[in-house]
């Protein structure tokens, strides 16, 4: 089993949010980042767990510059064979999705796993994107997935329950909660991260979109405190003034 | 140049999240002088509800498709016949799958979890999980924009929509749906289309209280949910965890008890409209992102407060 997992950094979820530049971009001095979580917990892990129980290799594959080599020798710490960064600083869902599908194309993959969204982002498109560039088919919000020769038995995310499907491979799929849990890497994983392959290639592509602005929300008002032994006062204040109930 | 929402069925009927984007589409259709045509595959009873999102025109294909790829192939298809700029799907599983397909089939650009219709060539989403919005440009001539759940509501003073069949060669099918399972059986709604929500934590401090968070849901139609350290240790099932982790939610109302509000919980959960936060420890970080708080006991204020909605109800 020949597995790629799409690796990319977020900032910690504890960051301060603020932009610069008239809101074009984002300060990022003094944020530290994480691999993103969905990438991490769910995708990386449960890429792990198959080729611990089949055999095969874990690649990871990371769009970005020099900038992104902590996280990924994060993921190598859990458990990748291997890394390779394609050297552009991304803009847009599109433009990462043709670095990685051109780079993914003819390596003989059989699953490209990716979390379900980037926590910075959150554009969730990434995958079926890459999906679609290489004609493979996709499953979107995956709780679950084994694979069983060449066919894949995923379950996923569905109004009001989950849908289980039989998917051929090779496929590709967007994690998320209930795929695996979380491993913390162990010494023996961070020493040997330090040596495993990091390739790095270098790529071009457009995007298609481009943020123009960033803002935050306005300030939240007060929080209206009602009292303990007055709690039924909330639920008037939830239909007359609030009017959600 | 029209606007075409791609609408997936259950059950025969039309998605909550199908008829948010249908809704949508009708809306940017209109902003615009122009038509907006909706696209199904499967049956549906006469316009299926869709002509009152504002939609004219229902493009039927009778396949009853559900692989990706095949609806990439049939929207592609569909736009192509009515000469759409631009292109609305739900952001669930369906949209997050198909939308992005489409972008690259037809060689548009994509922007997801749209909270707002476009304006002067920007169109609005929620970035780092609700804690700042961006305004994105499309830089090519055609867009696909799937639309957060909630956030854009479903129109009902539309007309009736004209149905017509419609067919293209989509390919051979790759993913099977072999079976569903509803994720509870007492009819909640589920929680990603949840308007009300009431939720509970650590607070609660055993799974054999929720007695009384099921009884305030029940009394105000709500769904339940937790927060992370519950689902883990099994008091909850998995999915019912809102959180950054979990489920995203953007519910009208969120009422959480005995959750402390970690930042990891409130990523999931800060889109909501109105939040009330009941703790016993006035210092707990949710009240700070909280419209309505009582601090006090879960125990006594819930059932004081499910007692106060089933007084109001009769």
Known sequence: ?245 | MSVLAIVSLKNGQPTKGGLEAASYAAAYAKSLGTDAVALISGSIDGDGGLGATGVQRVLVHAGGITDSSQWAKLGAAAGLEIGADATVISHDHFGRAVGPRMAVRIGAGMVSGVTALPKSGLVRKNVFSGKAMADVAVKQAKAVYSVTPNAFGIASDGGVATTESFDAEVGAVREQVVSFHAASEDGQVPLPEADLVVSAGRGLKGPENWGIVEDLAQALGATTACSRPVSDIGWRPHHEHVGQTGITIRPNLYIAAGISGAIQHLAGVNQSKVIVVINTDPEAPFFKAADYGIVGDAFEVLPRLTAAVRALNS
Not at chain 1, 16 to 40: L, M
Not at chain 1, 60 to 65: F, P
Not at chain 1, 113 to 119: A, H, N, P
Request: glycine share 8%; with cysteine; charged share 25%.
């Open chain 1, 1 to 245: 089993m020949k597995i790629l997992v799409c690796v990319s950094q977020a900032p910690d979820t504890t960051s301060r949010i603020a932009f610069t530049e008239g809101g074009k971009v984002f300060e990022s001095s003094g944020v530290q980042y994480i691999v993103n979580p969905y990438d991490e917990w769910y995708a990386l892990v449960r890429g792990i767990e198959l080729k611990e129980s089949l055999g095969g290799s874990v690649t990871t594959v990371t769009v970005g510059s020099a900038a992104c080599d902590p996280v990924i020798r994060k993921a190598l710490a859990i458990g990748a064979d291997d890394a390779v960064r394609l050297d552009v600083d991304p803009t847009d869902a599109m433009q990462v999705a043709s670095l990685i599908a051109g780079y993914a194309t003819d390596k003989g993959f059989d699953l490209i796993l990716c979390g379900k969204e980037t926590i910075d982002h959150n554009g969730s498109i990434v995958p079926a994107m890459v999906a679609e560039m290489m004609d493979w088919p996709f499953i979107a919000l995956a709780s679950k997935l084994e694979v069983n020769g060449r066919v894949a038995s995923v379950q996923r995310e569905s109004a009001g329950g989950t849908e289980s499907v039989e998917v051929s491979l090779p496929l590709v799929l967007s994690a998320a909660k209930g795929m695996a849990e979380q491993r913390i890497p162990n010494m023996r994983g961070i020493m040997s991260a330090r040596s495993k392959p990091l390739l790095v290639e270098s790529g071009q592509a457009e995007p298609a979109t481009e943020v123009q602005e960033f803002t935050l929300p306005p300030p939240k008002g007060a929080c209206k405190i009602i009292p303990a032994e007055q709690a039924e006062e909330l639920i008037r204040l939830l239909r007359e003034e609030a009017k959600v109930i």
